[in-house]
């Protein structure tokens, strides 16, 4: 379908990207903007090596890039690679000890009372209630259509995930006082916390205590407690609900046979909240974003919806179908991966591809550059969505695709994310067209998700049928 884009357009679209530097440049760079953009810090030769330094630090940062080790890495039984203690710093106040941030044998065992919510007869459910998140953000998406305003589109995005996580895990509309409020703090949260400072990266050594501001942590203590009384609202005595919290309520350890605690049921269903809708808002930003400045691309993707539906309601049994309009979140997944980088440390001295790895260094592996990387793909910085469609699924290297990670630890919430934005990508682009204000400068950052460093501002309209 996308060789009608093709034949259109001989030049493939290229969307933005920072400019490349050689090691010190790229270090001098970060260092001069102090906005935290990591991606900036990464070298030219980042995207061609399977293994080298990164920059220059006194923890060393070493980066990997080579797909089996990579692998090898973030599947290690014996946990030599801990998640990273900048990240697990910068997150615990919000998410405490939950499976974003655990390790070991507590990682293992929350995975596993975790993971029956997101079951497939689940995700059928829960897809009653992104319809219903969609279908009041359509009303919305109407009032902007008649009254031809720009507005931003990641703001857009942001509302409508959160929209889908509140009512999939609390039955609740983000329309609610104590939804909205989580939502907004979690804004806060995200802009904030994740600013990380390149001199503290560099000269500070391994385990060193990174002070969190005092209204990110009031942030953070509001988001537990609203979430701790909606908490509340599912085990008082009577409540009947049939969505994500009841599920992980009622897990139970296989070992112990006991269920999380009211504080640890705040951890879990805040990684929910985190994971849950910025992740998600993250990656249809940039396909939205693609599907406003491409409107050939656009085209096929309503070519394929109209054809698969036949014009009618979009169900759950369409989702598996809609393989162009699945391929074109995946393709913005890939050249913007709402995870930028899988930090790990070295818990003890360790040998990575023959090199020696000092107990404390950071290991990074980095999505945004596996996903760009001239080994692995044609055309590396190119959007280029048939490339993840059936018939060329075979060009695909096992272990260099992970926006959701890989092997074991891969996202619990990856399939859900999958089906909630192939329904968002569908219903809008059909009704819908969408146009780019003038004179923008798009810019991606690696915040707590990929996201452009200005918000995107973009107009829309009912589609010219």
Known sequence: MLDKVKSTQPELFEPPRPNSLSTMPALLRAMFTQDGNLIELLPRNAYRIKIGNLGYSRRSIVIINDATEIRAILTNPTD??????????????????????SDGDQWRSQRAMIAPAFHHM???KAFLSMEAAVNDYEQILDARA????????DLTMSHLTA???????????????T??????????????????EIKRLIFQPAWSHIPQKPDVLQACERI??????MVDGHLSEGAAFEDIATEIIAAKDQKTGKGFTREQLIDQLGVFFLAGHETTASALTWAFYVLATRPDILACLREEVDRITDGGPINFSHIRALDLTRSI???????????????????KDSTIMGRKVKRGAMVM???????RHEAYWQNPHSFDAERFMAHREHELISNTYMPFGLGPRVCVGANFATIEATLILARLARKYDFTMEPNQTVKPVARLTTRPKDQIKIRVAKRNT
Not at 179 to 196: I, L, M
Not at 224 to 229: A, D, I, N, T, V
Request: hydrophobic share 50%.
């Open 80 to 101: 030599i690679y801990p998640k990273n203690d900048l990240m697990v710093g910068a997150l615990a106040p919000l998410v405490g000890e939950s499976v974003f941030v």
């Open 122 to 124: 689940k995700l059928s």
């Open 146 to 153: 008649a009254d031809n305003k720009a507005f931003s589109l």
């Open 163 to 177: 929209d889908v996580i509140c009512r999939t895990v609390f039955s609740t509309p983000l329309a609610s006082q």
């Open 179 to 196: 939804a909205r409020e989580v939502f907004e703090s979690f804004a806060y949260f995200e802009r904030s916390v994740a600013h990380v």
């Open 224 to 229: 537990r407690s609203h979430l701790g009384k």
């Open 329 to 347: 979140f995946k393709e913005s997944m890939r050249l913007y991966p709402p995870i930028t980088f899988i930090p790990r440390v070295a818990a």
């Open 365 to 371: 592996i980095a999505p945004w550059v596996v996903h």
